[in-house]
């Protein structure tokens, strides 16, 4: 088999991981190396579907002796396979680096013998492209769950980032969907690499020359619908991932039928596409927003609303503390009204130093005036004009992001009161 037959192969193979979107680090090239990273990120385009793909985005190999329910290269499936010798798979990134198809390497793998037999192979690619042609670009590397601390040590000092993929959140979906992994054995690398990297951080201040270790951080993917989790449960994972182990990104990635297999949900269920946009905006909300999952999901409510966002969700059931006067609100409470995001906050902070807000300003602050208008009060003005009614006011949100129900209420949409164009 051919170079290109191998990358063809191991291209596809890599393409349902979704954990690869920007760098997230910032290096120069060196005197006598080759390429840079930049915050910007390795080089992606995003598919029809949404997805986000590295250029160079492959497999080492997509052999596994592993027998994951969800995925196309389990080893119960009937595939090509392939594998690409370390010096192929550095040649490989070079070349496509030099004529500027790529701007770094994602890197995952199948599961050949056993994790670190598996992360040796990769181990050999990663060192032949720094430290023989020193490649500098940037390098995200899976990390298969159960693989020893030492050779995640060495992993961390050759990668940008790496990442140990969770999958399914409970040990109980884990069982089912994916016999040959535990909890355990996921939890374990995320903490090494946790407790590794504010080691390293320790030794970077010390020591200015020290080897950086993993400097753009770990991330995990989550696959959403394969299994029965709940939103609630998808999400308080990924809010101790953050709080215990420092993730950078946790990805969230809808289910895509690519398997029959009893255990899995029907092949013509559609990936729940909405349910993942869902998801990342309510992780935004963890990550930048100051919310808590407890504050967004309950028991009661254990899904995310599909029809509007989990923020103006959350408003929508707090609207006791609406509207708020934007000439006095503190930061942190305009992370929380719909429509203003981190940037908007701070130039209203910045802005109200000046002089005081009136509702002809807003349009500086580049809120999404169509959202935020009717939940502020602007020196005492509702900035909508008019106060809907909360049910309403729901299907207004709804209709903004672009969800229109089949409800009597849709018949008289033109007749509710709409926010003024500010
Ligand atoms: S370990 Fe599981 S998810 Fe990873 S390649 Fe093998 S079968 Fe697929």
Same mark, same amino acid.
């Given at each position: 088999?051919?170079?290109?037959?191998?990358?063809?192969?191991?291209?596809?193979?890599?393409?349902?991981?979704?954990?690869?979107?920007?760098?997230?680090?910032?290096?120069?090239?060196?005197?006598?190396?080759?390429?840079?990273?930049?915050?910007?990120?390795?080089?992606?385009?995003?598919?029809?579907?949404?997805?986000?793909?590295?250029?160079?985005?492959?497999?080492?190999?997509?052999?596994?002796?592993?027998?994951?329910?969800?995925?196309?290269?389990?080893?119960?499936?009937?595939?090509?396979?392939?594998?690409?010798?370390?010096?192929?798979?550095?040649?490989?990134?070079?070349?496509?680096?030099?004529?500027?198809?790529?701007?770094?390497?994602?890197?995952?793998?199948?599961?050949?013998?056993?994790?670190?037999?598996?992360?040796?192979?990769?181990?050999?690619?990663?060192?032949?492209?720094?430290?023989?042609?020193?490649?500098?670009?940037?390098?995200?590397?899976? @990390? !298969?769950? $159960?693989? *020893?601390?030492?050779?995640?040590? %060495?992993?961390? &000092?050759? +990668?940008? =980032?790496?990442?140990?993929?969770?999958?399914?959140?409970?040990?109980?979906?884990?069982?089912?969907?994916?016999?040959?992994?535990?909890?355990?054995?996921?939890?374990?690398?995320?903490?090494?690499?946790?407790?590794?990297?504010?080691?390293?951080?320790?030794?970077?201040?010390?020591?200015?020359?020290?080897?950086?270790?993993?400097?753009?951080?770990?991330?995990?993917? @989550? !696959?959403? $619908?394969? *299994?029965?989790?709940?939103?609630? %449960?998808?999400? &308080?994972? +990924?809010? =101790?991932?953050?709080?215990?182990?420092?993730?950078?990104?946790?990805?969230?990635?809808?289910?895509?039928?690519?398997?029959?297999?009893?255990?899995?949900?029907?092949?013509?269920?559609?990936?729940?596409?909405?349910?993942?946009?869902?998801?990342?905006?309510?992780?935004?909300?963890?990550?930048?927003?100051?919310?808590?999952?407890?504050?967004?999901?309950?028991?009661?409510?254990?899904?995310?609303?599909?029809?509007?966002?989990?923020?103006?969700?959350?408003?929508?059931?707090?609207?006791?503390?609406?509207?708020?006067?934007?000439?006095?609100?503190?930061?942190?409470?305009?992370?929380?009204?719909?429509?203003?995001?981190?940037?908007?906050?701070?130039?209203?902070?910045?802005?109200?130093?000046?002089?005081?807000?009136?509702?002809?300003?807003?349009?500086?602050?580049?809120?999404?005036?169509?959202?935020?208008?009717?939940?502020?009060?602007?020196?005492?003005?509702?900035?909508?004009?008019?106060?809907?009614?909360?049910?309403?006011?729901?299907?207004?949100?709804?209709?903004?992001?672009?969800?229109?129900?089949?409800?009597?209420?849709?018949?008289?949409?033109?007749?509710?009161?709409?926010?003024?164009?500010?």
């Amino acid at each position: 088999m051919d170079l290109m037959q191998k990358l063809a192969i191991l291209g596809e193979s890599a393409r349902y991981d979704v954990s690869c979107a920007t760098s997230g680090v910032d290096r120069p090239n060196q005197p006598g190396g080759i390429g840079n990273a930049s915050l910007g990120g390795i080089c992606h385009s995003w598919t029809e579907d949404g997805r986000c793909v590295s250029l160079l985005k492959v497999l080492m190999t997509n052999y596994c002796e592993y027998d994951c329910a969800y995925c196309a290269n389990r080893k119960s499936n009937d595939i090509a396979r392939a594998a690409f010798l370390p010096e192929e798979l550095a040649d490989l990134t070079l070349a496509f680096y030099q004529r500027n198809y790529i701007e770094g390497l994602f890197l995952s793998s199948g599961v050949v013998q056993s994790p670190d037999h598996t992360s040796e192979l990769m181990i050999r690619t990663l060192s032949i492209l720094r430290q023989k042609h020193h490649f500098n670009g940037y390098i995200h590397a899976k @990390i !298969i769950p $159960g693989t *020893s601390p030492g050779m995640i040590d %060495q992993l961390g &000092l050759l +990668a940008d =980032r790496i990442s140990v993929n969770m999958e399914q959140c409970t040990q109980a979906s884990l069982q089912k969907l994916a016999p040959q992994k535990t909890a355990l054995a996921i939890a374990r690398p995320m903490q090494y690499i946790s407790g590794r990297r504010q080691a390293n951080q320790d030794e970077l201040i010390r020591y200015r020359h020290a080897p950086a270790f993993a400097p753009a951080g770990q991330s995990t993917q @989550i !696959i959403i $619908g394969a *299994s029965a989790e709940r939103d609630m %449960q998808i999400l &308080l994972s +990924a809010q =101790r991932l953050y709080r215990d182990y420092a993730l950078k990104r946790v990805y969230y990635s809808a289910y895509i039928p690519i398997n029959q297999d009893s255990r899995l949900p029907a092949l013509t269920a559609a990936p729940p596409l909405l349910r993942e946009h869902r998801l990342y905006q309510a992780d935004w909300l963890l990550r930048f927003y100051r919310f808590s999952v407890d504050e967004l999901l309950d028991i009661h409510q254990p899904d995310l609303d599909l029809e509007i966002d989990p923020k103006c969700a959350w408003a929508l059931r707090h609207l006791d503390q609406f509207p708020i006067e934007l000439n006095q609100a503190d930061y942190g409470t305009l992370l929380r009204i719909p429509g203003i995001g981190v940037q908007s906050a701070r130039k209203i902070v910045a802005a109200r130093r000046d002089h005081r807000l009136r509702v002809e300003d807003l349009k500086a602050f580049r809120l999404v005036l169509k959202r935020a208008a009717f939940f502020v009060t602007v020196n005492g003005q509702y900035a909508a004009g008019r106060v809907p009614q909360a049910e309403h006011l729901r299907f207004l949100l709804a209709d903004q992001a672009g969800i229109r129900r089949q409800t009597p209420m849709q018949m008289r949409l033109e007749e509710l009161p709409l926010v003024c164009d500010l």
